[in-house]
């Protein structure tokens, strides 16, 4: 099978070839005089036996509105995604995921640094858990304490640290239908690609835990095509998984017929919580064969049994969650280093990655390289940047004195030429332009830093080579001198610097 990408609004088309070592890319714009829109695609190395890798980021949209994404397969079908113009689209990301074969494994999150790591790791997608984030935010159980503002403020710090979809938990959508809508486009909001909502009463429990109960089937159905609707009246995409927890609170037979009644509600992915056994697990696979499923293997000992990835392809599985994973070994290692100081020791080398990886994994280094792109004079240390302006004024001091070895020209200034007299002949000053200003400077060590001559006329460029001279009236002093022969002395003091300055009229 071949997977294509086109961009209705520039008829650009991205072709790319499954089970190929590399990924070549030709754009190719319908037209020369429509020119495409900006677009940047992120080819990673390629999946073991897909195009699970390949990330592509629209970011320029056709400028009028919406632009639609499709996904073409050699069998003629298309996934479409419509979206108004500046849509990241998270969810096209992760609907390009569920259109390739195999299972696709997610480790749930709970922070933006997991979150990060998850990604680090290669994984093309992942999921954020409501008993992590709880457990890590608050420090308390995952039985419905936690709010929406507070799981939309914590979506977002992990959507903005990653560029790979994200999956949120939004628990029972945090109240009734109506809630559910604002819940979908808040989650929309924070950049989620997909959005988890079950079939719970208030207040939830936690899965796999006692003392779950489920609202009715009418009203968990009207649930999910809130949240439709909601997506639809946004104009973004999200994808929409559709959980139950009916499997222990009723039975498996209802957890079934609630599940195919969610994919006709216009769910994008089931998933029933809990089941308990391997055939339960193939039964649920069952129902609506064109819509993909959802696992939640439950590390440290759960109701569901734990199946590898290849096993769960088996069973009809597509999507694959990990929930207790990163919260589990964190609080396990953080325990553990915690005995290890009460002790009067530090954790041994191994158990934690060194400082320089730390920072390597935090970002440290890439801040650095782009920070040069923007350092500027003022930014610098006051040592540093004196010796940075010595050098400037050692470069710009060379630079005066290859001048000033050509042979001197006399040029008229028209600021000079502003002051000839009335009937025409140049004032009492024009006499001094063919005259020499010898600007001499000793640093206060005693040697001679700069020894130069200048036409006298040059006022203009005498801060040039003398920044200390900046605010004096070297005009006036010329007017006075202007009718004396030979040398006069016009200035000698001593800068901030401690320098000597001193300017003479030749």
Sequence with gaps: MELSAFISNRDCALSLPRRQSSLPVALSPSSSSSPPSTLLYFLTK???SSLKRLKLILPAIHPRGASRTAIACSDGSYSNNTAPAGD???ARALRRILELPGVHQGPACFDALSAKLVEKAGFDYCFTSGFSISAARLGLPDTGLISYGEMIDQGQQITRAVSIPVIGDADNGYGNAMNVKRTVRGYIRAGFAGIILEDQVSPKACGHTRGRKVISREEAIMKIKAAVDARKEIGFDIVIVARTDSRQAISLEEALWRSRAFADAGADV???DALASKEEMKAFCEVAPNV???ANMLEGGGK??????LELEEIGYKLVAYPL??????IQSMQDSLRAIKGGRIPPPGSMPSFEEMKEILGFNIYY???KRYSSNSSQPLSQRASTMQQRSEENTEQIVDIVRDPIVEVISPR????SGGDGSKAAFSGIWSRKLRVKIIGRDGFERLDVRIPAGFLDGITNIVPALGGVNIKELLDDAAGEVGGKLLLDFKDTMGDRIQVFLE
Excluded: D, H, R
């Design 292 to 294: 993909p499923k959802m």
């Design 369 to 371: 390289e782009e920070e």
């Design 416 to 419: 000079m030429y502003a002051n």
């Design 325 to 330: 994973t990163l919260i589990g070994v964190s």
């Design 270 to 272: 089931l998933f029933i």
């Design 46 to 48: 390629p999946a073991k």
């Design 304 to 309: 569901t049994p734990i199946f590898n990835p």
């Design 88 to 90: 990241p689209s998270p």
